[in-house]
């Protein structure tokens, strides 16, 4: 307990949840939507909750569930869910510097909440890939904010499912608070132009099945990305289509 | 699909979400990855966000909007203002959302 109390009192615990809690209340509302959308395809309270609580994963939640009411083969959904995830995979290889240093079990267990959110604050904070004082301090305050922020508006929705009023458009405050991360992210021109190329390739790849497009606009991007770092000059710009 | 079934498939979900998020975290000794693609990667968490949010602004059921009268560019026009302006996130998604419920709700968008 005295552990505990000590990581809640930690500065970088409370750094990490503060930093969280400005996008929460975006990612809130989308756990709201998510959870409406959830009893609203036909899975029942029950298992919503469960799902809820244990996928922890909104995109690999909302891909998968209008295949399970259409009964779709297991081994599908399961692809499916595994190509909405790719982009974390990619992640993962970011967290390494950071965390390699753990024990496997922590390291498993760290990897389960590295959300995207999670992942973009802690990138911010810690940009340097190497492990320092605090870092898993920071990363649990976050983790923790990020969690509740999610799960707790996703219960409610599940929970009060036929009285949230969908067509308000609240789940749009989620695709908000991203758009704030984005626009904080964007510090130099090479950054504004990866952002860019993502934005076009993720709109014109968008026909691909399993949300591709999100791994093929990661790929156009660092691909831009490095050839700026070499020093060859980047393609030009495309038309206001992309801009976010 | 059976409530069973549907418990397994979700319990297959969870473990999803946790090889796809650990990934590179499981093996004991680092997976070496070249130089190059490891700074390639640090476009990865930038573009990964746009790749998600842009589609949400300009396309509606797969296609780009065809008419200025959608309260999402509006709410985006807004947001970004506010952010440019002051360089908070929760302002921004709050006069975002406000401007997204009043053209929703006050003038049926």
Redesign the interface.
Known sequence: MSELSALWRHPEFRRGARDMS??G??LA?WGLVTGVAMVKSG?GVP?SL??SL????G???LA?LPL?AA?AP?WV??AT??CV????????????PY??HLP?RQ??A???????LN??VF?RRFPR?QPEPGQTQYFLGGVVTNWGAWQVPAIAGIVLADAVPT????G??G????????????SDRK?WL??A???????AA??LPLKL??V???A???????LI?HGTRPPPMRAA??R? | ?T?W??????????L???????????P?R??P?PG????????????????????????TQ?H?IATWQD??LF??SV??AY??WR????G???T??AT??AL??GLGW
Request: with cysteine.
């Open positions: 400005g996008i209340l975006g509302a899975l298992l469960f799902m244990v996928v922890f994963s995109s690999s939640q998968s399970i009964g297991i959904v399961w869910a595994f995830n790719l982009r974390f995979v990619i992640f993962s290889a970011q967290w390494r965390f390699g496997r390291r498993l760290l990897g389960y909440f590295t959300a995207d992942y973009v990138m890939p067509h308000w458009g609240l749009f405050a695709v908000l608070a991203l758009l704030a991360l984005i626009y904080s992210l964007l950054t990866a952002a190329v993502a934005g076009s390739a993720a709109v968008f026909a497009n999100i093929v606009a990661i156009a991007a660092v691909a831009v990305g490095l770092d289509e992309e976010p | 699909m409530a079934e549907a418990v397994l498939t979700i319990c297959g979900l969870a999803i979400t946790l090889l796809t998020r650990a990934f590179f975290l499981i004991e680092e997976v990855l190059w693609l490891q700074k390639g990667l640090r476009y990865a968490p930038l573009a990964a966000l746009t790749a998600v949010v842009v589609p949400e602004v300009v396309l797969g780009l309260a999402r709410a985006v947001s970004t952010f440019f360089r908070d996130i929760l921004t998604i709050l975002g959302t997204m419920l929703r709700l």
